[in-house]
């Protein structure tokens, strides 16, 4: 039973516009949630993070959006450039901070074109 | 920039037989993590250490996968006997420690493929 979704496999935009990459978790104890991108041949690099007391987090040109009520998290990319041209996979932990167990979704190969 | 090292970057091996990969953490994080990602998965964790203790390996097959971190900073994780199944990328990660919010690094992993 997997309790994080990345219900979309893949996702095309186009340079400059706004990426979003949805996120659904199944378990109510999840507290700490987080976007990881992974290029080939590389280990996953940690992007940004928010714990479930709050609703939004920004850093740049990356936004996660919380809403527990739904269960549901995003990621905004606001512009996307070629460079983000990655798999990103969402995660969640029980813990208090993402030195927890993570529990990681199946990831969003997300394709930026010029 | 500090990073996690892993070796070896690739490894084939033919089933039944012993393989072991190493992973060196960042300096001075107490935490290591080994992952498993299987082709179109997620990483999914198989083994957390606290130092040199075992924090959780509740999805570590342990009749066949093993790890240590004996002196609480490199590891090695071995697989024996190795099994067409374990084909995937381990990846090793660290934190600073449990009291977080620390974020893990992850090393750039070990491609296992089992013939």
Redesign the interface.
């Known amino acids: 039973d997997q309790q ?1 979704k990345q219900n979309s496999p893949s996702l095309s935009v186009q340079e400059g516009r706004i990426s979003i990459l949805n996120c659904d978790y199944t378990n109510s104890m999840f507290d ?1 949630f ?1 976007w ?1 991108k992974k290029y080939p ?6 992007l940004i ?1 928010i ?1 479930s007391i709050k609703d939004k987090n920004e850093d740049g040109r990356f936004t996660v959006f919380l809403n527990k009520s739904a269960k549901h998290l995003s990621l905004h990319i606001v512009p996307s450039q070629p460079g983000d041209s990655a798999v990103y ?1 969402c ?1 969640a932990s029980e ?13 969003t190969k997300l394709t930026v074109n010029p | 920039e500090a990073e996690v090292a892993q070796s070896p970057r690739y490894k084939i091996t033919e089933k039944s037989q012993a393989v072991a990969f190493w992973c060196d953490p960042i300096s001075g994080h107490a935490t290591l993590y080994w992952y498993r990602q299987i082709l179109g998965q997620g990483p999914e964790l198989l083994v957390q250490f606290q130092d040199e203790s075992v924090v959780d390996d509740s999805q570590l097959p342990k009749d066949r996968f093993s790890a240590e971190r004996l002196k609480g900073v490199d590891s090695t994780l071995k697989i024996q006997p190795a099994e067409l199944g374990d084909s995937a990328m381990y990846l090793c990660a660290s934190s600073l420690g449990l009291a977080g919010p620390y974020e893990q690094y992850f090393g750039p992993g070990t491609r296992l493929t089992v013939t």
Not at chain 1, 41 to 46: C, I, S
Not at chain 1, 95 to 107: A, C, I, R, T
């Open positions: 994080v700490y987080l990881y041949a590389e280990g996953p690099t940690f993070s714990s996979f995660a813990g208090e901070g993402g030195s927890e167990k993570l529990v990681f979704g199946k990831g």
